[in-house]
């Protein structure tokens, strides 16, 4: 499924930065309330996608253990969930995101919802996964059946001990109209959780969602920065180096997709160059290198949790 693993697939460069906002009290002077200067340089450095194989949890472990990430999110559906699920749970000082999961984009890897087949039967396809598009999945869901999956998976997080610091969406599912981006901040309320929308990204590509946007009161990420095209390994790093030396002051993100070049990754993603196996190495690469924390110290940028924010912002 080259070119679809986003909403925002037809982009023509490596890196998009893209302003988020999260739904939460008004965000002030941010930095100071973290304790640090107005102008200060804030970044969280954010894995998505754990759960998802093995291969995927033990490098984002990894890097939560060298310190090259501080934050994650979760794909409860998944088959690698309880593994991730028992190592948040012995963790729970970690940041700890729930992505929430409504589509199956691999090949020959699939998954369905937390909630039984028969409640939702909209977000299936005929062999009972998820559709492996989001075209697919927003021509087909009926938006009731979408709210109770994603408390399904808000809450099998939940019991399973996960400390849930905030919400996010796999491949922007939720974003597609105005109903379903409703309930995805509703829900997100619901459970006084953090949610995660692409503010800018939406003014260019679904303007009609403006409306039910609240942008009032939010924490503003002033830029969102992640791969969106593959670049050789040994240049990987320009492109975010780039990035980050540009980065604004204020609260900015950095996305990664992390795992092993393995077999079994390399079996996940077949016929699947675009945030492949390949592709998951050369970004673990990247947060582990002795370059990216010089860069990091040379910048003077602080690193930062959703939780930290989310606390600070009330």
Same mark, same amino acid.
Request: aromatic residues 12%; negative net charge; hydrophobic residues 45%.
């Given at each position: 499924?080259?070119?679809?693993?986003?909403?925002?697939?037809?982009?023509?460069?490596? @890196?998009?930065?893209?302003?988020?906002?999260?739904?939460?009290?008004?965000?002030?002077?941010?930095?100071?309330?973290?304790?640090?200067?107005?102008?200060?340089?804030?970044?969280?450095?954010?894995?998505?996608?754990?759960?998802?194989?093995?291969?995927?949890?033990?490098?984002?472990?990894?890097?939560?253990?060298?310190?090259?990430?501080?934050?994650?999110?979760?794909?409860?559906?998944?088959?690698?969930?309880?593994?991730?699920? !028992?190592?948040?749970?012995?963790?729970?000082?970690?940041?700890?995101?729930?992505?929430?999961?409504?589509?199956?984009?691999?090949?020959?890897?699939?998954?369905?919802?937390?909630?039984?087949?028969?409640?939702?039967?909209?977000?299936?396809?005929?062999?009972?996964?998820?559709?492996?598009?989001?075209?697919?999945?927003?021509?087909?869901?009926?938006?009731?059946?979408?709210?109770?999956?994603?408390?399904?998976?808000?809450?099998?997080?939940?019991? !399973?001990?996960?400390?849930?610091?905030?919400?996010?969406?796999?491949?922007?599912?939720?974003?597609?109209?105005?109903?379903?981006?409703?309930?995805?901040?509703?829900?997100?309320?619901?459970?006084?959780?953090?949610?995660?929308?692409?503010?800018?990204?939406?003014?260019?590509?679904?303007?009609? @969602?403006?409306?039910?946007?609240?942008?009032?009161?939010?924490?503003?990420?002033?830029?969102?920065?992640?791969?969106?095209?593959?670049?050789?390994?040994?240049?990987?790093?320009?492109?975010?180096?780039?990035?980050?030396?540009?980065?604004?002051?204020?609260?900015?993100?950095?996305?990664?997709? @992390?795992?092993?070049?393995?077999?079994?990754?390399?079996?996940?993603?077949?016929?699947?160059?675009?945030?492949?196996?390949?592709?998951?190495?050369?970004?673990?690469?990247?947060?582990?290198?002795?370059?990216?924390?010089?860069? @990091?110290?040379?910048?003077?940028?602080?690193?930062?949790?959703?939780? !930290?924010?989310?606390?600070?912002?009330?």
């Amino acid at each position: 499924m080259k070119n679809s693993r986003y909403w925002l697939c037809h982009a023509t460069l490596f @890196l998009l930065l893209f302003p988020f906002i999260v739904i939460a009290q008004n965000q002030g002077s941010l930095p100071e309330k973290l304790g640090y200067p107005r102008d200060a340089r804030l970044l969280i450095v954010h894995a998505d996608d754990l759960g998802v194989s093995h291969s995927t949890n033990a490098a984002a472990i990894a890097a939560f253990e060298q310190k090259a990430i501080n934050s994650a999110s979760i794909m409860v559906p998944c088959p690698w969930f309880p593994e991730i699920a !028992a190592y948040a749970k012995a963790h729970p000082e970690l940041d700890w995101g729930i992505h929430i999961t409504l589509t199956a984009e691999w090949k020959y890897y699939k998954w369905d919802g937390v909630s039984p087949a028969g409640e939702i039967p909209s977000l299936l396809d005929k062999d009972g996964y998820f559709y492996a598009s989001v075209r697919e999945f927003q021509q087909h869901a009926k938006p009731e059946e979408v709210a109770r999956e994603i408390r399904a998976q808000i809450r099998k997080a939940l019991d !399973a001990g996960i400390n849930i610091t905030h919400l996010d969406n796999h491949m922007g599912s939720l974003l597609g109209s105005p109903e379903l981006a409703k309930i995805y901040q509703e829900i997100g309320r619901e459970f006084n959780l953090p949610v995660l929308i692409p503010a800018k990204m939406i003014r260019m590509m679904a303007p009609q @969602l403006l409306p039910y946007i609240d942008t009032v009161n939010n924490v503003v990420v002033n830029q969102f920065i992640t791969a969106y095209q593959q670049a050789p390994a040994d240049k990987w790093h320009v492109y975010y180096d780039q990035a980050l030396r540009q980065l604004p002051a204020g609260l900015n993100e950095l996305v990664v997709h @992390l795992a092993y070049d393995d077999a079994e990754m390399q079996a996940v993603t077949i016929d699947h160059p675009d945030f492949g196996a390949a592709w998951r190495q050369n970004d673990f690469n990247y947060v582990t290198s002795k370059g990216f924390k010089e860069l @990091l110290q040379k910048e003077n940028i602080r690193l930062v949790t959703w939780k !930290a924010v989310y606390e600070a912002a009330q």
